[in-house]
C-alpha cells in the first residue's frame, strides 16, 4: 500500500512498511525509510507505485481547469479534495486523478482556501475576482519593469525614470516599478545605479546629481518661495548720513554698510544694518519661511537664498535707495578712542555700493587720494580698525581663502571655474571685519546689560556654539558675541535684530527667556548651519576636481600638515595620502593625480618626490 502524505507543504510518496494508530513507518522512491504521522496522511493506495503516482499526477494537475474546478465545486462549503476530483472528473476519480486535484489545489490559493489537510473551500466570488485583478496587475506591472530595465541595459531611459531619477537614487520608495527596474538594470549591468543613468543620459551633469542630492535631503518641498506680503517699514526718521557699503560682485543681499562724519573731537563712525525684522512679524508667513530655511544656502556659482527677492527689494541697502536700518554709532578722537556709542532706529540714504574688485589695490589709502569714491571714508576707518583689532588682541594668521568663479550655468558640462587666492587681512577685510565684530558686540553687551535673551555666539575649547545665555568668544577675545549684522541671510541676525529693536524703542522684546521655540530654534540653527557649510565645503571640492580635469592638470604641489596629510598650494584642498612616506610637517611634496572621479566626487593622488632636494 502507498500514500501521499504532507511533509511541511510539499506533497510526497511513500510506500507504507508499517503501521500503528498514529504513525506508519514508510520508504520514500530514494530508499530512505522515515516515520509518517497519521494525520499528514492525504490519499491511501495500492497502485500506481509510489515513485510513479507524482509523475502520472503533475501533467493531468496541468490540465486541470480550475476555474471549472471552482464552479463545479460547492460554495460556501469545505470539502476534501477527493470529493472536489470527483465533481471535476465525475463518477469515481482514479488515483492519478484524485492526486491531480490535490496538486491543482495545493496551486490555486485564490480560488480555494485551504481549510485544513486536504480540505478546501472555494473562494467567495468577489475575493476570487479581486485576486484574479491584482495577479493580473502584477503580471503587467512585472512585464512594465522588464521592459524598462531592457531599455535601460540598451542605454535609453524610460521617461517615468528620467523624470525622477533623482528620487529614484536618493530619496527612493522601493516598492515603485521604476526603482524596482533600476535596480534590476544595474544589478544586470554589475554598475551603481547612478553609473548605469549617467551612461543613459539621465543626469545631466554631475553638478546637477550633488545640487539635486542635497535639494531632496534638506529641502525636500523644494525651494521655490510661497506668495507672501513684503511689510514696508513705518515711518522712521532720516539719517544725516552718506553711507556706503562693502561687498563681493556676485553680493545681491547688501545688509550693512558704513558712514563717516567729522566731529568737534574727531569722528562718527555709522554702521548701518539692514531691517527687514521691520517688516517680518513673528509667526508671519514670511517668518515661517525664514524659520524654516535658517539661512542663505552658499555654493560656488550659486545660493539658495532665506528670504525672497522681494524683501532684498525693500530691504537691502542698495545704492541709491534710502532703506530702513538699525545704525550702531561710535564717536572717536583722533587717536580712534571710543568717546561714546548709541543705536538708532532709521533710514539711512545709500550713496554707493563699492564693489571689492575696485578696492583691492588700495590706491585709496594713499592719502590725498580721490580717485575711489569714498577713499577719505576708507582711510578714516582703516585706521580705527586697526586700532580696534589691537585692542582685542586677537591672534590671526595669515589665511588664504578662495573665490570660484562659475563661467557657464553650473549644471551644463560645458561650465568652467575659474579659482583665485586671496590672502586675508587685507585693509578692505580689516575694515568690514572689524566694523562688524564691534556692531555684534556692542549690540552683545546691550541685550545681556538688560538680561534680554538673545542668541549669543560663543566659542571656547574649540567649540562654537549658539546660546541663550551670553558668554566668551575665546576665538575673537571679546566678552560676549552675537550674530546681528546679515539679518537678510540669517535667521539669527534677524531673531537677534528684533530684541535689538525692542531696546532700543523701549518695548517688550518678542522673545522672553525660556521660550521654547526661542531655545528649538537655537538648536535647529546650529544643525542646519553646519549641514549648509559642509555642503558649500563638498562643492567647493567639486569644482576644485573640476578645475584640476578642466586644466588637464597632471601633478599638484602640497605641503605636509602632519603624518599623511597634505594641503594644496594653490587650491583649497586637504587631503590624506596613503602612501606618502613619513615627512616632516612643512615639508613640500610633489602629488601625481591619478583620477579624478566627479560623482562621488574625489581625487585619486600618489606619491612622487618630495620638493625642494
Keep these: ?312 527689494d525693500v530691504y537691502s541697502l542698495n545704492e541709491g535707495k534710502t532703506v530702513a536700518a538699525v545704525s550702531l554709532y561710535v564717536s572717536i578722537n583722533e587717536l580712534g578712542e571710543i568717546t561714546d556709542s548709541r543705536s538708532a532706529l532709521e533710514l539711512v540714504p545709500i550713496a554707493n555700493n563699492l564693489r571689492l574688485p575696485m578696492l583691492e589695490d588700495e590706491s585709496w589709502s594713499s592719502d590725498g587720494d580721490s580717485s575711489v569714491p569714498f577713499a577719505g571714508e576708507l582711510r578714516v576707518l582703516h585706521t580705527f580698525a586697526q586700532k580696534l583689532r589691537t585692542q582685542r588682541g586677537e591672534q590671526t594668521g595669515n589665511r588664504v581663502d578662495y573665490n570660484f568663479t562659475v563661467l557657464g550655468e553650473p549644471n551644463s558640462r560645458e561650465a568652467t571655474v575659474d579659482i583665485k587666492a586671496r590672502a586675508r587681512g587685507s585693509a578692505v577685510d580689516t575694515i568690514v571685519s572689524e566694523l562688524m565684530i564691534l556692531a555684534n558686540v556692542s549690540w552683545a553687551q546691550m541685550l545681556a546689560k538688560q538680561s534680554v535673551v538673545a542668541m549669543f555666539r560663543i566659542q571656547g575649547a574649540g567649540k562654537t556654539r549658539m546660546s541663550s545665555q551670553p558668554g566668551a568668544h575665546e576665538g575673537l577675545n571679546v566678552p560676549s558675541y552675537i550674530w546681528a549684522t546679515s539679518p537678510l541671510r540669517r535667521y539669527s541676525d534677524l531673531l537677534n535684530q528684533r530684541q535689538i529693536i525692542a531696546l532700543i524703542r523701549g518695548e517688550t522684546p518678542p522673545y522672553e527667556r525660556g521660550n521654547a521655540d526661542f531655545l528649538a530654534c537655537i538648536a535647529d540653527f546650529d544643525v542646519t548651519y553646519s549641514t549648509y557649510a559642509d555642503f558649500q565645503q563638498q562643492m567647493e571640492f567639486y569644482w576644485c576636481a573640476r578645475y584640476l580635469e578642466q586644466e588637464k592638470t597632471q601633478r599638484v604641489v602640497a605641503t605636509v600638515i602632519r603624518e599623511n596629510l597634505v594641503r594644496f598650494d594653490h587650491l583649497p584642498i586637504v587631503r590624506r595620502i596613503n602612501d606618502l612616506p613619513h615627512q616632516e610637517p612643512g615639508v613640500k611634496v610633489m602629488l601625481a593625480v591619478a583620477e579624478i572621479d566627479l560623482f562621488e566626487p574625489d581625487i585619486h593622488l600618489r606619491f612622487i618626490e618630495k620638493v625642494g632636494l
Design 1 to 312: 500500500m502507498n500514500i501521499l502524505f504532507d511533509d511541511e507543504g510539499q506533497l510526497k510518496a511513500a510506500s507504507i512498511m508499517s503501521e500503528a494508530d498514529a504513525s506508519m513507518q514508510v520508504e520514500l522512491p530514494g530508499g530512505r525509510r522515515i516515520k509518517v504521522k497519521a494525520s499528514n496522511v492525504l490519499l491511501k493506495f495500492a497502485s500506481p507505485s509510489a515513485s510513479e503516482i507524482l509523475a502520472r499526477a503533475q501533467p493531468l494537475a496541468d490540465e486541470i481547469d480550475v476555474a471549472l474546478l471552482w464552479e463545479a465545486a460547492a460554495q460556501d462549503t469545505d470539502s476534501a479534495f477527493a470529493v472536489l476530483a470527483g465533481e471535476y472528473f465525475g463518477g469515481t476519480p482514479s488515483t492519478e486523478q484524485t492526486a491531480a486535484a490535490l496538486i491543482a489545489l495545493q496551486k490555486s490559493p485564490m480560488y480555494f482556501y485551504k481549510k485544513g489537510k486536504g480540505i478546501y473551500r472555494p473562494a467567495p466570488e468577489a475575493s476570487l475576482k479581486a485576486a484574479l485583478a491584482g495577479a493580473e496587475r502584477k503580471a503587467r506591472e512585472l512585464a512594465q519593469v522588464e521592459q524598462w530595465v531592457d531599455e535601460l541595459l540598451r542605454g535609453v531611459v524610460p521617461e517615468a525614470i528620467a523624470s525622477d531619477w533623482a528620487r529614484l537614487l536618493y530619496a527612493p520608495d522601493r516598492q515603485s516599478l521604476a526603482y524596482k527596474a533600476l535596480a534590476a538594470a544595474a544589478d544586470k549591468a554589475r554598475v551603481a545605479p547612478v553609473h548605469l543613468l549617467a551612461r543613459a543620459g539621465a543626469i545631466a551633469s554631475t553638478h546637477e546629481l550633488h545640487f539635486t542630492k542635497f535639494l531632496l535631503a534638506t529641502f525636500p518641498k523644494g525651494i521655490a518661495f510661497p506668495d507672501a506680503t513684503v511689510e514696508p517699514p513705518a515711518e522712521l526718521p532720516l539719517a544725516a548720513v552718506r553711507a556706503f557699503s562693502i561687498d563681493d560682485d556676485s553680493t545681491t543681499e547688501i545688509d550693512d554698510a558704513f558712514s563717516v562724519a567729522k566731529s568737534s573731537s574727531g569722528y562718527i563712525v555709522g554702521v548701518h544694518i539692514a531691517a527687514p525684522a521691520l517688516g517680518i512679524a513673528v509667526g508671519s508667513a514670511l517668518d515661517n519661511i525664514a524659520r524654516d530655511r535658517l539661512s542663505t544656502v552658499y555654493m560656488p556659482g550659486n545660493k539658495i537664498t532665506m528670504l525672497p527677492d522681494a524683501v532684498g
